[in-house]
T-cell receptor, first 110, second 112 residues
């Protein structure tokens, strides 16, 4: 089935620094979603990207979908301690299974 | 309130016992999913269902079973055949197609 990889696995930043996580697939994706899971919590939907080259922003978060629809990125500007958690990309495999990348765990030092 | 509910939040069982985790949603979602998450790890798909009375194996279905007799309910049974069942189990639901998934609060299963 569809598999996606994410890098890095972990990222430690000082509060105020930027953060980026990347999601990569070997095949073309129909869409990609991003979720955030706080420590001890459950994943919460952030955004969905569908179009080639799409860029969406949510306050300090910027999401991009690659031109070939095989990769995506999530960038956080000026991280805050509230950004701590694990960020997952997820792929709805053309309406079949729904798989998640391994996630990037972000820690923010105050 | 509309949402997806998992119960119980914490569950302890003895080795060799089957245990069933509950997942109920009142969002009128067709698709439901079960994931397993180990400490510091990602979400691995166990089973999923796109419609009532039908379900498909995910990547790690061995040692688990499910049923989908009602649209609202998708219980997961962890059988004694599952070699290492201690984990955090998450249930999710969504409309079919490119839509967001909603997760339950999860069940932490500990087998002793």
């Amino acid at each position: 089935g569809q598999q996606v990889m994410q890098i890095p696995q972990y990222q430690h930043v000082q509060e105020g620094e930027d953060f980026t996580t990347y999601c990569n697939s070997s095949t073309t994706l129909s869409n990609i979603q991003w979720y955030k899971q706080r420590p001890g919590g459950h994943p919460v939907f952030l955004i969905q990207l569908v179009k080639s080259g799409e860029v969406k922003k949510q306050k300090r978060l910027t999401f991009q979908f690659g031109e070939a629809k095989k990769n995506s990125s999530l960038h956080i500007t000026a991280t805050q301690t509230t950004d701590v958690g694990t960020y997952f990309c997820a792929v709805d495999n053309y309406g079949q299974n729904f798989v998640f990348g391994p996630g990037t765990r972000l820690s923010v030092l105050p | 309130d509309g949402g997806i509910t998992q119960s119980p939040k914490y569950l302890f069982r003895k080795e060799g016992q089957n245990v069933t985790l509950s997942c109920e949603q009142n969002l009128n979602h067709d698709a439901m999913y079960w994931y397993r998450q180990d400490p510091g790890q990602g979400l691995r798909l166990i089973y999923y269902s796109q419609i009532v009375n039908d379900f498909q194996k995910g990547d790690i279905a061995e040692g688990y079973s499910v049923s989908r007799e009602k649209k609202e309910s998708f219980p997961l049974t962890v059988t004694s055949a599952q070699k290492n069942p201690t984990a955090f189990y998450l249930c999710a639901s969504k409309l079919t197609g490119n839509t967001e998934a909603f997760f339950g609060q999860g069940t932490r299963l500990t087998v002793v």
